[in-house]
C-alpha cells in the first residue's frame, strides 16, 4: 500500500503532467486530494486506465478498415471498389481512377519508346524522355499525395520557352507547324502517339476535377498536361532538325 502526499503532487506539477496514475491501493491525503483538485489534475486509477485501453482496443477492432465515400463501411476491400486515398473507397470507373489510369498508359508508352531508344543508341533522345517520365510520375504523385506542381521545367526548358517553341517552330526549328506523316520516320511518329495520350490524359483530368459549373479543382494539373503536350511537338521538331542525332 503507497501513499501520495502532497508533496508528491507537487513534484508531478513541476514536471507539467496533467494526470496521475496510482494504483488501486494507494491512499491520497488530504492536503494532495486538495491540491489535485485545485489543479484541476486528472487522477486516473490502475483499473480505470485498464478499462480505458480495454475499451479503445474493442472499439478499434470493431472499427470498419475501409470507408466508402458515397457512404459506408467495409471491413473488406471489395473487389469492384478501390482506394482513392487512404482508406477511402471508390467505383473503379471513378472519374480520378480513369485519370490514374491514363498517366499510367502514358508512362507505359513513354518506357516502350524508350526501350526503342536504347536499343537503337538514340541517347539524348533518351534522355529527354527520362524527363518527360519523371515529369509525368510528379503528376501523378501530386495528384495522388493533394500536392501543389509549381516550378516547372522540362528537357531545360521553362514553361515560357516551351510555349514559345510550340507555336513558332519555324523562328527555333526552320520548319513551320507539321501534320505527322508516316515519311518523318518512326521515331517522330513515337513522339506523336506519346503526345495524342498526353492529350488524352489532358480531358480525363478536365473530367475527374471539373465540376458541374465547369470550376476547376485542379488547374495545375490540367495545365502542366498542356504544356507536356506543347514539349512533345517540340521534341518532334528537334528530332527533324537533328538535334537528336
Known sequence: ????????????????????????????????????????????????????????????????????????????????????????????????IIFRGKIDSLESKILEVQVYCKNNKKEKLLKDLEDVLIFVRKILRAEVLDEELKDFNLIGLNEEEIHEMSHYPKKYFGIGHIFPEYTMGDYVIYLNSIRSLVRETEISAYNAFSNSENEISRLDIIKYLNRLSSCLYVMMFKYLSGKYN
Do not use: C, W
Open 1 to 96: 500500500m503507497s501513499l501520495l502526499t502532497e508533496n508528491e503532487v507537487k513534484k508531478i506539477i513541476k514536471e507539467n503532467k496533467d494526470k496521475i496514475i496510482i494504483d488501486d491501493k494507494t491512499i491520497i491525503t488530504p492536503s494532495a486530494k486538495e491540491l489535485i483538485d485545485g489543479k484541476k489534475i486528472k487522477l486516473i486509477r490502475e483499473k480505470e486506465l485498464n478499462k480505458v485501453f480495454k475499451d479503445e482496443k474493442e472499439n478499434k477492432k470493431n472499427t470498419p478498415k475501409f470507408k466508402y465515400i458515397y457512404g459506408g463501411y467495409y471491413d473488406e476491400k471489395p473487389e469492384h471498389l478501390t482506394q482513392l486515398f487512404g482508406n477511402n473507397l471508390v467505383p473503379k470507373n471513378h472519374k480520378r
